[in-house]
């Protein structure tokens, strides 16, 4: 029989049933720690009871009214996301390339609006934004965007972490409207810039009046240590947008302006079917409930710090590590020789993990995982780079 589904994905040859905060169970009653969280979304971890009574309420009350009418739960949603993150308003979409669709279009309606006919974003190297056309034109890898030319027009590249190549640009072009980049690059390799970048960047933008957009899709909702990843910062973006964490499993998506970047959109610039319907809106406001009560912004921290102490001290000297590095609870140990073969290794230990940038070990646990189940995760990943 041929294979009814698409061949998008390399799967691995497991299915789970179900889980329990950091931990699944596959179809053979096989347990295994989750160190991936679902690439980033199970933040809360698995079958969190909040999120499940949530669920189980909206969908006996309401699933589905449309964008035509008033949606209490998303204005409930905006107005909690508007106090964690001090932004002005937002737009609800489905997933993050979704959110960052929205952020391109606000940018270039800004452009079109101040007279400029081609606005053009500055993105970076090694990005990931998404798999529309649009983001992954703004994405920084080729695997991504080869075959599915041509691909949009209205992005040039910089390096990562380099903000003197942004002032370059700015030099040389009369049309740039926006700088788009993730604070932490995650697909990248979990790359964490220089602690000035985003100031330098803020400080680029407003002498050329651009917007500063930030991909927050996995870096927020708690991950690397605050709510979102610029507040260790000092500085505002104009645009920031999240989805994964966010509906720990739901799917949603959402775009945060704040100040001119608010004020772009008119009624029938932008819209969506599904986004920001009442289930997916209440699920959402009670994982930023979630997260904002029980400090798990601040424990994601300590747990990054933990982990990271944990894997310097046993991997530090190995010649083979070439570094280790993260921000809260998205951690990267790069090695120097593409090492994708330990994800299945790891799986037949019991844990999930994932290989990104061929190199790079990428871990995502589930921010409520305990000290023991960070030390577990730690020493699994150990003992499978020193047998490599
Ligand atoms: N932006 C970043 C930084 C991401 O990590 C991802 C997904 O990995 C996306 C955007 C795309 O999100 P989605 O897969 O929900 O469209």
């Not at 933990?306 to 000297?317: N, P, Q, S, V, Y």
């Not at 190995?318 to 790069?334: A, P, Q, T």
């Amino acid at each position: 029989m041929t294979d009814p589904l698409m061949h998008t994905y390399g799967r691995l040859d497991v299915a789970f049933e179900k889980g329990e905060g950091a931990w699944l169970v596959d179809d053979k009653g096989r347990r295994y720690l989750d160190a991936l969280s679902g690439l980033g979304v199970v933040a809360l971890g698995h079958a969190n009871q909040a999120v499940a009574n949530t669920i189980s309420n909206q969908a006996g009350a309401l699933l589905h009214t449309s964008n035509l009418y008033r949606v209490p739960w998303q204005e409930k949603l905006a107005a909690k996301l508007a106090q964690v993150s001090g932004m002005d308003n937002m737009f609800f979409a489905n997933s993050g390339a979704e959110a960052n669709e929205c952020a391109i279009k606000i940018s270039r309606l800004y452009g079109k609006q101040r007279g400029i006919e081609n606005p053009t974003i500055i993105v970076t190297e090694s990005s990931f934004h998404g798999r529309t056309l649009a983001t992954l034109t703004a994405t920084g890898s080729r695997k991504v965007q080869a075959g599915f030319e041509p691909l949009v027009n209205g992005f040039v590249r910089v390096p990562f972490n380099d903000a003197e190549a942004v002032r370059k640009v700015a030099k040389n072009s009369n049309s740039i409207v926006a700088v788009m980049l993730e604070p932490v690059q995650g697909e990248g390799g979990i790359k964490v810039p220089d602690e000035n970048y985003l100031k330098e960047l803020r400080a680029i933008c407003d002498e050329n009046e651009w917007f500063l957009v930030l991909d927050e899709v996995q870096s927020g909702n708690g991950r690397t240590g605050t709510y979102f990843a610029y507040q260790q910062s000092g500085i505002m973006p104009d645009i920031v947008t999240t989805a994964k964490g966010l509906g720990n499993g739901i799917p949603i998506g959402v775009c945060l302006a704040r100040g001119k970047a608010s004020e772009v959109f008119k009624p029938g610039n932008h819209g969506s079917t599904f986004g920001g319907n009442p289930l997916a809106c209440a699920v959402g406001y009670t994982v930023v409930s979630e997260i904002v009560s029980r400090h798990l912004p601040e424990r994601a921290a300590e747990l990054g710090d933990r982990m990271l102490a944990g894997f310097r001290e046993r991997l530090g000297k190995r010649n083979n590590v070439k570094n280790i590095r993260g921000k809260g609870l998205m951690i990267g140990i790069e090695l120097d020789e593409p090492c994708g073969e330990l994800v299945q290794k790891a799986l037949e230990k019991g844990l999930l993990i994932n290989v990104t940038a061929d190199k790079v070990i990428r871990l995502l646990p589930p921010l409520i995982i305990s000290d023991e189940e960070a030390d577990q995760i730690v020493n699994m990943v150990c003992d499978l780079v020193e047998a490599v």
